[in-house]
Nanobody
Framework: QVQLVESGGDSVQAGGSLRLSCTAS?????MGWFRQAPGKEREGVAY???????TYRDSVKGRFAISRDNAKNTLYLQMNSVKPDDTAVYYC?????????????????WGQGTQVTVSS
């Protein structure tokens, strides 16, 4: 069983920056970030493969940057120019399937979540 430990969630003002981190207990092909706001479904934010590919949801393109340190099994999400709509619990996810997609079924392991709150 792979364990994912997230950190970095905080309260920040709109326009500010935040960096989330997620460390996995083993190496994973696909690692990503999802988020869930109150009363809404969980949605994919971005993913990165161990080979260097990445994908973002449209609403965060140009503002968020995903990266990973494969040697440390650690995934990062640099969040810049944050907006109140970015407020959510952010979940780290990982999977070792032969494909990676920004959908829940592409991931087998999930972290506990870290709260990000953006105030206007």
């Amino acid at each position: 069983q792979v364990q994912l430990v997230e950190s970095g969630g905080d309260s920040v003002q709109a326009g500010g920056s935040l960096r989330l981190s997620c460390t996995a207990s083993g190496s994973m092909f696909c690692m990503g970030w999802f988020r869930q706001a109150p009363g809404k479904e969980r949605e994919g934010v971005a993913y990165a493969t161990s080979g260097g590919s990445s994908t973002y949801r449209d609403s965060v393109k140009g503002r968020f940057a995903i990266s990973r340190d494969n040697a440390k099994n650690t995934l990062y999400l640099q969040m810049n120019s944050v907006k109140p709509d970015d407020t959510a619990v952010y979940y780290c996810a990982a999977g070792n399937r032969d494909y990676c997609a920004l959908v829940i079924r592409s991931f087998d392991y999930w972290g506990q979540g870290t709260q990000v709150t953006v105030s206007s």
